[in-house]
Structure formats: C-alpha cells, structure tokens
C-alpha cells in the first residue's frame, strides 16, 4: 500500500503516522504545499491520502488541492484529514466550515458518540487528545458523527471512506514542541482562553504514548479492515 500525505507547513507532520505505516510495510510520500502546487500528485498511485494540519484556513488553500482532496473521495481512496485536514474534508463535501466560539490549545478530554462506539467498537467513552484549532465546521450529508467536546461539538465524522479528526492523536513531543514554538501567537493573541493550556511536559508523558495506541487502532480498523 502507498499513503501519500499532504502538509502545509514545515512544522505540522504526519508524526506517529509515519511511524504507524512503517509498522504495517505502508510506503509514504510526502506532498508540500507551502513549497509545491501538488501537480505531480497522482492519485492512481496511491491507496491513501493523509491531509495535514496548518495555521490557516480552508478559505486559504488552493483550489488544486480542494480538487485533489475531492478526487480522492470520488476514487473510493481512503482519506483521513487532521484538524486543517479535517475541515478541508468537510469542506469539499459541501459542509460550512467557520471559526469557533473560542480557541481549543492543549490536552482536553473528546468524548466518542455512540454511532462512533458502534463503528469502531474498541473506543473508549471518552479520552484525552492534543488540540490545537480555531475554525470548526458543521457535519456534511450523509456523515456520522463520532466525536465531541465542550469547546467544540464536531470534533471528528465519518463519510463512507473518508475520516475527519479535528484534533491530534498523531502528535508527539517533537510535534507539540514545534506547534508551542511556531504557533504561540495563537495562545498570545487569544481574548478567551477557556480552552488554552501553556506547554504541558507532564501531559505530553502521561498521554502522547495512548492517544497514538489509540489512533493505531482506528487506522487499522478504517484502513486495513477488510
């Protein structure tokens, strides 16, 4: 299997997943879109597309990918968005996306729906995962809702093959370290701060190691499920 993955800036990578799809023989192919236009990206090549996060919108992406993203879902690929990745999904399929009441910065607790507990049955109630995003987007047509929090009720779907996750379980200590040093405007310039924690060590120990089991798990399950 060949997964190609988009990322939009230097500092928001695959992480984990590399490190998942090295665990399950998975070829990987890196696409730049801060760096490339994706013109090479041919996705007959591919099994499964991975969208990236990225500190700016979906207003604010090429309409090249919003086409190659649509494409892949067309091409009964399988799709995974993370956060930007997420809301790029929803976008193409014809859901609002817009910016939320407040910021989401930092570990907070997602709780899974029921529909999301029959889909994937190994998935807790609720678990913690690292945020960091400030745009939410409503549920497209004919999607199931799977996940939901306080800050920000559409936390994740599912669309037939594609899977939309607005937080981060791939995240890893590097991954969390650069979006603190990258993106601390975020945090700086937030009026609410509700739903922002400053860099965290001991949550990083505590929970980075179980939200990527986790999130091993559902790819296994979406992904390589027969």
């Given at each position: 299997?060949?997964l190609?993955?988009?990322q939009?800036?230097?500092?928001?990578?695959?992480?984990?997943i590399?490190?998942?799809?090295k665990?399950?023989n998975?070829q990987?192919?890196?696409f730049?879109?801060?760096?490339?236009?994706?013109?090479?990206m041919d996705?007959?090549?591919?099994n499964i597309?991975?969208?990236?996060?990225?500190?700016?919108g979906?207003?604010?992406?090429?309409?090249k990918?919003?086409?190659?993203?649509?494409?892949?879902?067309?091409?009964?690929?399988k799709?995974?968005?993370?956060?930007l990745g997420a809301?790029l999904?929803?976008?193409v399929?014809?859901?609002?996306?817009y910016?939320n009441?407040?910021k989401?910065?930092?570990?907070y607790?997602?709780?899974s729906?029921?529909?999301a507990?029959e889909?994937?049955?190994?998935?807790?109630?609720?678990?913690?995962?690292?945020?960091?995003?400030g745009?939410?987007f409503?549920?497209?047509?004919?999607?199931?809702?799977?996940f939901?929090?306080?800050?920000?009720?559409?936390?994740?779907?599912l669309?037939y093959?594609?899977l939309a996750l607005?937080?981060?379980l791939e995240?890893?200590e590097e991954?969390?370290?650069?979006l603190?040093?990258?993106?601390?405007d975020?945090?700086?310039?937030a009026?609410?701060?509700?739903?922002i924690?400053e860099?965290?060590?001991?949550?990083n120990?505590q929970?980075?190691q179980?939200s990527?089991?986790?999130?091993?798990k559902?790819l296994?399950?979406?992904i390589l499920?027969?």
């Open positions: 299997m060949n190609y993955f988009i939009h800036v230097p500092f928001e990578t695959p992480a984990a590399l490190d998942w799809c665990l399950r998975i990987t192919n890196g730049y879109a801060y760096k490339e236009n994706l013109e090479n996705l007959n090549r591919c597309l991975l969208i990236m996060g990225g500190p700016m979906v207003y604010d992406l090429a309409l990918e919003k086409k190659l993203v649509e494409q892949a879902i067309k091409l009964n690929k799709v995974v968005g993370i956060c809301q999904i929803a976008d399929l014809g859901a609002k996306v910016k009441k407040q989401e910065i930092g570990w607790a997602v709780n729906t029921k529909e507990r889909q994937f049955d190994f998935l807790p109630e609720s678990f913690y995962a690292f945020h960091w995003h745009d939410t409503e549920l497209p047509k004919n999607s199931i809702h799977l939901y929090n306080e800050a920000t009720y559409h936390q994740g779907f669309y093959n594609a607005q937080f981060h995240s890893t991954s969390i370290q650069d603190y040093k990258n993106s601390y975020d945090i700086r310039n009026t609410d701060k509700k739903f924690k860099y965290n060590q001991q949550e120990n929970l980075i179980q990527n089991e986790l999130l091993f559902i296994d399950d979406f499920k027969k």
